[in-house]
């Protein structure tokens, strides 16, 4: 039994029928073909597939397609604005925020939550927001260094 | 662009397809009438297949084929062990890549189903009927080594007996007589024992292992995607186990999220994947799940180690006595047998003049996951040897650990010193890598702050690691020599189009380390073209050269080696080419900055650019001179390279809650020259967090049956982002002398010194309330327990 599903991702109207049990990290690679968001656990430990859902984060391996039906999803692909990365890009690639690059869509948009919710984080508050995303390779230091860097610059382009 | 990009901290040129989401990673890949695999994993640790039934599974729905050992068998030859130890009685297990009568491990495999979803493949599998005859498991590696232990193989692949697991027993001996050292030792000074669990680990990249396999049956040839460390060791490994010749088969090593050793190791369900696609004439793309990763993608160090150091009076180590079973897992991994051995107890003199040594090993088959190279592998298990010896003489002789180490460091040299296991080490200061270290953190003082006592229930304790690590490996004749199934040398083929722009082709296969930049800078640094003109190809073994892969810290090591004599030998046909354009004598050619000019006159010039130019039209060449400008290279190292350095951990432990916290850490590295040191910096963070994981909370833990307890990221304690503080990296700078660049290498270096340095500030801070060892990882618990012991007794 297949149930219709709307779901804009990045700005792009999708419409399909699928399994109610199909995640939405799969729904956006499969049948969105976006295949930026990753999926690195089973038991929705690691983060990699975070996206925003209306803004707001979410792990894409627990929410199902069905769950999203209507909203507005972004995923790493959607984040720069035309050519011009996010600021967040910009500093994770400045400050050498990654290195196999796996961890990356979905700590950068874990990142991006976190400037949401908080626009300069300390280093421990960045340190306890991505908590829940786990990255293999670069013992987390640049990439706090890089959400800091991006807090500073998004809190000056504000001004 | 001058030389001056050679040290300097430009942006990663891989980074801009990694934030955009625009990489394609094997999992990423879709391919026109592409099925998918799921393979099905035994989920015992030990038993015997009495029965296997397919047909419910067959019916399924979009399932295509279910093959079971009864298809490959034959057709897919045993999975093959790459590193043969000599003169250590290896028995090689047979490994075939289907389990069909008896299962060894959790994640054999007995059978794989293809469908057109992989969700309806993975439905599927839980139609397949397997009937089990459960048999003893065992997977303590010294139980497994006992009399009367379960017994996993009869026979080894020779068709030799197997007996007491033992997949080989090697020593290393060297020095004077090791025995009389203990012997004098014990009559009058001091001699230390210690027992050391190197706890088995799992290495869980980001991104978990996958294939996809795509066959023409018109010219079969087969195209391999795979997430690995070495594209062109698995081609090989690749035509041997399925029989594709090798001039049709092509690997290709996409983008790949992070490895660790993990993705050294040919796995059966590579060649599984393989096998479908042949039988069905269709793509089929297989990728593990994280539980799968788990269970079947090979895990890390599990060593039991008994070791003795003995030492005078005074401090100084006169003997080393080591006795370790190394778990090897149910079968024999490609690589596994060097890694307790070569990579371990070679490396046992460390930073110290020890004149005698001996270690056996013990290669033993357990019922865990096979083991293979992790991060290190190797050299961090006889790191920490060395240095929790060390710092337990410190105690016992009531000395600080920093003034034993001064005390038994090999001098300050620079080219070569031979230690007692005979390897060469080429170029080191250990006195003085550890001297700035104190310097920079004021060790001396934080020592007097710890002797104020704890405060509010919390101990201070500091932890020390001088380490000297062999990467770079290395010169074939010893890889050859050492049982190694392959070279260790690399190769690049650099070539200039005429516009001056460059292509690099080369055999390593980067998977994080960043080398597409730092290859690109060294381009850049040695002919002077714009770092942007550089273009690196990589993992493809269609369209680059022969490379033995991205491990043991090697690529840059001795792939960046192959690459800089590769533009070396351009530069010097460009000077040729050069001096013809000029109408001077190649003897009174200069060369600076990317210009070939005529001594004393610097305007008549030609540069690279104009050379690459005439060389590809060939309008007007000197004599001789062929057209084009490119080169080719192959790099046989010399030697290894020997990187070192001295790490500081400082901890608090919470005695009420055993609670550990890492308040500070500083990084010691020399690496020789840094071609990037933000890519360097980043090899050390990420490296020394692995480490940290180590000592504080990763380790895989089995129950009696032999099931993985932590068989998944909610049980396995990954280091965390809020677990750390700010790591201070700092570096000194020894070229090797035999290296064209004098770099060293520097991707394990962090986690071979970490573990080490934060387990001896945890049992430092424990000293003054009795606790003396405690097995890693140091979690709250044990921790909480061994002080209340040392405290109730
Ligand atoms: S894939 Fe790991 S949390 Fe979603
Ligand atoms: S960059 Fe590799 S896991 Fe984070």
Redesign the pocket.
């Known amino acids: 039994m297949k149930v219709p599903v709307r779901i804009t991702v990045n700005g792009r109207r999708f419409e399909h029928e699928v399994e109610p049990r199909l995640l939405l990290a799969h729904y956006i690679r499969d049948l969105g073909g976006l295949t930026g968001t990753k999926v690195g656990c089973d038991t929705s430990q690691c983060g990699s597939c975070t996206v925003l859902i209306d803004g707001v984060s979410a792990k894409s391996c627990t929410t199902l397609a069905v769950q999203a039906d209507g909203a507005n999803v972004t995923t790493i692909e959607g984040l720069a604005d035309g050519d011009a990365l996010h600021p967040l890009q910009e500093s994770f690639w400045d400050r050498h925020g990654?290195?196999?690059?796996?961890?990356?869509p979905g700590?950068i948009l874990a990142a991006y939550e976190l400037l949401r919710t908080n626009a300069s984080p300390s280093d421990a508050e960045i340190r306890h927001g991505l908590e829940g995303n786990?990255?293999?390779?670069?013992g987390y230091q640049n990439i706090v260094r890089a959400v800091r860097d991006a807090a500073a610059q998004m809190a000056a382009a504000d001004q | 662009m001058s030389s001056r990009i050679f040290g300097s901290r430009i942006r990663r040129r891989e980074d801009p397809r990694l934030i955009t989401g625009s990489a394609v990673y094997t999992g990423d890949i879709e391919l026109p009438g592409m099925v998918h695999a799921a393979m099905l994993r035994c989920g015992h640790a030990h038993a015997r297949i009495t029965r296997i039934a397919t047909e419910q599974a067959e019916a399924a729905p979009g399932v295509v084929a279910v093959y079971t050992g009864v298809d490959t068998d034959g057709v897919l030859q045993p999975m093959p062990c790459a590193w043969l130890l000599p003169d250590a009685e290896l028995k090689i297990a047979p490994y075939p890549c289907i389990a069909k009568d008896v299962v060894r491990y959790t994640g054999d495999v007995v059978a794989v189903v293809v469908a057109e979803s992989a969700h309806e493949a993975y439905d599927a599998l839980d139609l397949i009927e397997v009937d089990y005859e459960p048999l003893p498991a065992v997977i303590d590696p010294e139980e497994a080594a006992r009399a009367g232990a379960p017994e996993l193989h009869a026979k080894d692949i020779n068709g030799d007996d197997i007996s007491g697991n033992q997949a080989f027993h090697w020593t290393v001996a060297g020095g004077g007589d090791v025995e009389l050292a203990f012997a004098e030792a014990e009559a009058d000074g001091v001699v230390i024992k210690e027992r050391i669990l190197q706890q088995r680990l799992i290495p869980n990249?980001?991104e978990t292992r996958g294939a996809v396999a795509q066959y023409n049956r018109a010219t079969g040839e087969l195209t391999l995607w795979n997430t690995t460390q070495n594209p062109h060791i698995l081609r090989f490994l690749c035509s041997v186990v399925t029989g594709v010749p090798e001039d049709k088969l092509r690997v290709i090593a996409p983008e790949v999220?992070?490895g660790f050793g993990s993705k050294i190791a040919a796995y059966p369900a590579d060649f599984v994947t393989v096998f479908c696609a042949m039988r069905l004439g269709r793509p089929v793309k297989w990728i593990e799940s994280r539980s799968e990763n788990y269970q079947a993608t090979t895990h890390g160090r599990d060593h039991v180690q008994d070791v003795e150091l003995a030492a005078t009076k005074d401090g100084r180590i006169t003997g080393l006595r080591c006795t370790v079973y190394a778990g090897m897992g149910a079968y024999l991994s490609t690589a596994a047998p060097g890694i307790p051995t070569i990579l371990h107890g070679l490396m046992l003199s460390g930073c110290y003049t020890i004149p005698a040594l001996k270690e056996d090993v013990y290669g033993v088959y357990t019922n865990g996951v096979p083991v293979e190279a992790y991060r290190g592998a190797g050299r961090p298990e006889a790191t920490f040897i060395l240095e929790r010896l060390v710092d337990m003489l410190a105690n016992r002789l009531g000395m600080d650990p920093a003034d034993v180490r001064i005390k038994n460091f090999i001098p300050k040299f620079d080219d070569g010193h031979e230690v007692v296991t005979t390897l060469n080490y080429d170029s080191g200061d250990y006195p003085g890598a550890l001297s700035k270290l104190l310097e920079h953190t004021g060790y001396r003082a934080l020592r007097e702050r710890q002797r104020a006592g704890p405060s509010n229930g919390k101990y201070m304790g500091l932890g020390l690691t001088s380490y000297v690590e062999i990467c770079g490996l290395g010169p074939s004749q010893v890889a050859g020599a050492i049982g190694f199934q392959g070279g260790l040398w690399e190769s690049a083929i650099v070539r200039f189009h005429p516009t001056g722009k460059v292509h690099v082709f080369i055999g390593a296969s980067p998977h994080?380390q960043g080398e597409e930049t730092t290859f690109a800078q060294i381009v850049a640094s040695e002919i002077g073209v714009d770092v942007a003109d550089v273009k690196i190809f990589h993992g493809d073994t269609d369209s680059t050269p022969m490379g033995w892969g991205t491990y043991g810290s090697r690529t840059t090591a001795v792939g960046g080696a192959a690459l800089a004599l590769a533009v070396r030998k351009i530069r010097d046909k460009a000077k040729v080419v050069a001096a013809h354009l000029l109408e001077a004598s190649v003897e009174d050619m200069d060369y600076e900055d990317g210009k070939f000019f005529v001594k004393g006159s610097p305007d008549r010039a030609k540069t690279i650019q104009d050379v690459a130019l005439m060389a590809n039209v060939a309008w007007t060449l000197p004599e001789g001179v062929e057209a084009g400008l490119e080169a080719t290279t192959f790099y046989d190292p010399p030697n290894f390279v020997f990187p070192y350095g001295a790490h500081l951990a400082v901890v608090e432990v919470d005695a009420r809650t055993g609670h550990v916290e890492l308040t500070g850490y500083t990084a010691l590295d020399d690496c020789g020259p840094q071609i990037n040191p933000t890519i360097v910096e980043g090899q050390v963070h990420g490296g020394v967090v692995q480490g940290v994981g180590q000592a504080l909370w990763e380790g895989a833990a089995y129950d009696e049956s032999g099931q993985l307890v932590t068989g998944s990221m909610l049980d396995y304690a990954l280091p965390r982002a809020d677990q750390l503080p700010d790591l201070d990296v700092i570096s000194t700078v020894t070229p090797s002398p035999h290296h064209p660049l004098g770099v060293k290498g520097v991707g394990e270096a962090g986690t071979i010194a970490s573990t080490a340095a934060v387990y001896n500030a945890v049992m430092d801070a424990l000293r003054p309330l009795g606790v003396t060892r405690v097995d890693m990882p140091l979690t709250p618990e044990r921790v909480w327990r061994a002080i209340q012991e040392a405290q109730g007794s």
């Open positions: 990654l290195q196999c690059g796996f961890c990356t700590m786990l990255c293999r390779c670069t | 990249a980001m999220g992070g994080g």
